[in-house]
């Protein structure tokens, strides 16, 4: 055997990444972002983290999105870890009923565990999502699928990036119907201090995403 073959023999195999783009890697953070927010109060370190972010450009498409972002920030300049905390406990979760839902089959149906619960799940196992066997968020829950699209887009451990085309069906299917209307709530109710902010800010967003794939289409 040659010294060529030896070398080859032991070389490592070459894998390649899907390159994503710079606004890519923007939209996934930002999905990341409402992900968090909405999967439970947020704690001092992601209050600082946005608080000091640097503001984003205020062109005339991007600019009621700058607007949300600048009034995070500060909000998360100002709020206690602890009002948040409690806001969140008394918003989402509650006492039996909670006053506001978080889940596309309350909003799309008035019900919990409906059909478009179960077209989240047939959609998931489609793409070769399993349910965590320790995770107790069901999977039409905001946070959820706004994590979905984080991976959809940039992948993760063991997912490659979905195509655009993937990335606006479920979108489309699944966040599109139901967003406006669950944000909307979340902004109109009397008991709501920081998430409205926090609300406007998640709606700003995904009216972008939704204009945005009607334009690609």
């Given at each position: 055997?040659?010294?060529?073959?030896?070398?080859?023999?032991?070389?490592?195999?070459?894998?390649?990444?899907?390159?994503?783009?710079?606004?890519?890697?923007?939209?996934?953070?930002?999905?990341?972002?409402?992900?968090?927010?909405?999967?439970?109060?947020?704690?001092a370190a992601l209050l600082r983290a946005i608080?000091?972010?640097?503001?984003?450009?205020?062109?005339d498409d991007g600019m009621p999105l700058a607007l949300a972002w600048s009034r995070l920030m500060a909000a998360c300049t100002v709020v206690d870890v602890d009002a948040a905390a409690a806001e969140y406990e008394t918003l989402f979760v509650g006492v039996g009923k909670s006053p506001l839902n978080l889940h596309a089959s309350h909003h799309l149906t008035g019900f919990m565990m409906e059909q478009p619960l179960a077209d989240v799940r047939t959609a998931l196992a489609t793409l070769g999502f399993a349910r965590v066997g320790a995770q107790t968020m069901v999977e039409?829950?905001?946070?959820?699928?706004?994590?979905v699209m984080r991976l959809l887009i940039v992948g993760g451990s063991g997912v490659e990036?979905?195509?655009?085309?993937?990335?606006?069906?479920?979108?489309?299917?699944?966040?599109?119907?139901w967003f406006d209307q669950c944000c909307a709530a979340i902004a109109e109710s009397s008991l709501a201090n920081f998430y409205r902010v926090v609300a406007q800010f998640t709606c700003n967003c995904l009216q972008i995403e939704r204009e945005a794939f009607a334009i690609g289409e």
């Open positions: 055997m040659s010294d060529h073959d030896n070398t080859d023999a032991g070389a490592a195999p070459v894998s390649f990444r899907t390159w994503i783009s710079p606004e890519d890697h923007g939209r996934a953070n930002f999905y990341a972002l409402i992900s968090r927010l909405f999967a439970d109060a947020p704690d608080a000091g972010s640097p503001p984003l450009a205020t062109d039409d829950h905001l946070s959820a699928l706004c994590e990036p979905a195509p655009l085309a993937v990335q606006r069906r479920f979108f489309e299917a699944h966040i599109a119907p």
